[in-house]
């Protein structure tokens, strides 16, 4: 992945600015481990942009796959330590969401 500046906020913008890295860590913390549960997401992914975010976010370390025990033709996903570290910054932002936005679901904030 090319970065734009060595600013650390502009750094973490290149990963986070679009919406669906967040999202993905979302789930991933709600629990969804398999890419037709991303899918499933009421903000409704298209699958090959799915598969360029899972892939992104596992070359910059966030997440890992591994073949699923339960399936083995199914690959699973999962935050590494760095992406748990990341996840801190999604749950700061859904909770200015839920300080600052009517209407948002309380739930996804505090299960973060």
Not at 6 to 17: E, K, N, Q
Not at 66 to 95: C, H, M, N
Request: charged residues 25%; hydrophobic residues 40%.
């Amino acid at each position: 992945m090319e970065f734009r500046s060595t600013c650390p906020i502009a750094r973490t913008l290149d990963i986070v600015g679009d919406k669906w890295t967040l999202l993905i860590i979302r789930d991933l913390s709600l629990g969804k481990t398999h890419f037709d549960e991303f899918l499933g997401s009421r903000e409704g992914i298209a699958p090959n942009i799915l598969a360029n975010r899972l892939q992104t976010l596992s070359a910059l370390g966030l997440i890992a796959k591994s073949i699923s025990p339960a399936d083995r033709r199914r690959v699973q996903y999962r935050l590494t330590q760095r992406g748990e570290d990341f996840r801190s910054l999604a749950k700061l932002l859904a909770q200015w969401g839920m300080a600052h936005m009517p209407g948002v679901e309380r739930t996804t904030a505090e299960q973060l």
